[in-house]
């Protein structure tokens, strides 16, 4: 399962790039057991001693996801507090999981998380942190900006779901925009 560029007319991956988008798909489909130095480096078609090159360990490979994990968490927070039909709406209409590459890591950081690594956790935990306060800051009400939080997290677990065929989706355009009128309701006036 080598991971180059899927357009053959496109440059070609950097192998760090490479390495870590291995190390991510690993971890998503198979959790942190199968994602061994050894796996990473057959994944992304690079020899163990290219992929010690670019990390010097296990966890300098975990380091660089999670912080890559960071940079595209940060670049969400920042689109969801800018986005022009606002935050909220913005926010509900993209917690569906799309295979994006914020999607992969953060899965990939979830799967870390599960298996206890505290660096993960943390991220984890101040990427939701991040993500609460723009909603905070766009709905001034911490109790309400939490519930819109939860409705998220539901639709993204849901649609994770709906890949698999396990629950009927919930994620069309007609139905976030009835959810999206339904949490306006939920807003305290102001």
């Known amino acids: 399962m080598a991971l180059m560029s899927k357009n053959p007319a496109a440059p070609p991956v950097p192998t ?53 994990l960071v940079a595209l968490a940060r670049e969400d927070a920042e689109n969801i507090r800018t986005a022009p039909a606002g ?17 992969r890591a953060y899965i990939a950081g979830s799967r870390l998380a599960q298996g206890r690594d505290l660096r993960a956790r943390q991220v984890l935990t101040e ?13 001034h009400d911490t109790d309400t900006a939490q519930a819109i939080m939860l409705i998220s997290d539901g639709l993204y677990v849901n649609s994770s779901l709906a890949e698999r065929e396990l629950t009927p ?12 009128a339904l949490i306006g309701r939920l807003l305290p006036s102001t």
């Open 16 to 68: 760090r790039d490479r390495l870590l988008d291995a190390f991510e798909e690993l971890l998503v489909e198979g959790g942190e057991r199968s994602a061994t130095l050894d796996a990473v480096a057959a994944a992304a078609a690079v020899s163990k001693g290219g992929l010690l090159y670019h990390f010097a360990s296990k966890d300098a490979l975990v380091d660089a996801m999670l912080a890559r």
């Open 169 to 180: 989706p919930t994620h069309t355009d007609e139905a976030m925009t009835r959810l999206i």
């Open 87 to 103: 935050p909220v709406d913005y926010l509900i209409r993209t917690s569906v999981h799309t295979g994006s590459p914020l999607d």
């Open 127 to 139: 990427i939701r942190r991040r993500w609460l306060s723009v909603i905070e800051d766009a709905v």
